[in-house]
């Protein structure tokens, strides 16, 4: 199961020096925005599955690295469905709010493990 987990998690991975290139190369295009957008969607979607399955399987606060994922989900997606909406409207912006997720998840994932290595 762990294997068929981190190749979902994987392949999205794969294709972002593609989607990044068509959007790169076709910045103002809708079809490119999106592409980007949805692909750099299914690596956070692959990450969130994967953490999940590990959390349950380490046996070592599950419980809190569960709520962890979910909490940095239902964020990321908060966040998104407005990045869909703009892309379409405006396709520039897809980098935009991709880098702000990114960010988003960075700073997140470092604030939640200083809190979390103080217990």
Do not use: D
């Not at 606060?61 to 998104?80: A, G």
């Amino acid at each position: 199961m762990a294997l068929w987990l981190n190749n979902i998690a994987l392949f999205p991975i794969t294709l972002l020096p593609f989607t990044t290139i068509y959007h790169g190369t076709f910045p103002h295009a809708r079809q490119a925005a999106l592409l980007y957008l949805l692909n750099y969607g299914f690596v956070m979607l692959g990450l969130f599955l994967f953490n999940q399955f590990i959390s349950f399987r380490m046996g070592k606060r599950p419980l809190e690295l569960s709520r962890f994922n979910h909490i940095r989900l239902y964020l990321t997606i908060i966040c998104y469905i407005p990045a869909l909406v703009f892309a379409f409207f405006l396709p520039w912006t897809a980098t935009f709010t991709t880098l702000f997720i990114t960010i988003f998840w960075a700073v997140y994932t470092i604030i939640s493990q200083g809190a979390s290595s103080s217990f």
